[in-house]
């Protein structure tokens, strides 16, 4: 980032390639419509652009990358206060349908992943949203407690709390 900011445009290509999929997936799973997802992805990339000059590091780029992705899905919340909220699929439902591995595996095995994939899936978007999305900053932007509590402006204990609690549903759910 440090590189973009002092006009290295090939540096903005570095960082998109290496981000551009966990974001959209973590603002597709936030907000469960493609074409707002599409929408907020843009305008989080868009608003990087614009804010280039003035980045100062003050934490990992990934911090502030989805601290602007989560101020952008405020934004969108306060303007649709209808927008449903997290998924872990597409409009189709196959986003996570299958777990690839690498290995074949006999069909009962196959259909038990399916099944376990899509009540991890049921699970997820039945969290709180403060919780979904400490889940999905860990899972889908790699971030410690400490990064959540910055990208989402609380305190490292209120994160930890929400992180902690998200855990604990999806393990008893899973468990259930």
Avoid at 6 to 35: I, P, S, T
């Amino acid at each position: 980032m440090l590189l973009y900011r002092d006009g290295d445009a090939g540096a903005f290509d570095a960082l998109y390639a290496r981000h551009k999929g966990g974001l959209y997936r973590y603002l597709l799973r936030q907000c469960r419509e493609a074409a707002a997802a599409e929408e907020l992805f843009q305008d989080v990339w868009m608003n990087l652009a614009r804010a280039r000059a003035g980045y100062t590091i003050q934490a990992k780029f990934t911090t502030y990358l989805y601290r602007l992705a989560h101020n952008r899905l405020i934004d969108h919340y306060r303007k649709h206060r209808h927008a449903a909220m997290v998924s872990f699929d597409d409009e189709d439902g196959e986003a996570m349908a299958e777990l690839p591995d690498g290995r074949e595996r006999p069909a009962d095995d196959a259909l038990d992943a399916k099944r376990q994939a899509e009540r991890l899936m049921a699970l997820i978007a039945g969290l709180p949203e403060a919780q979904r999305e400490a889940f999905l900053l860990q899972q889908e932007g790699d971030m410690s407690v400490e990064e959540i509590a910055q990208a989402t402006g609380v305190n490292r204990e209120t994160a930890k709390s929400r992180l902690r609690y998200a855990m604990a549903r999806l393990r008893q759910g899973m468990s259930e």
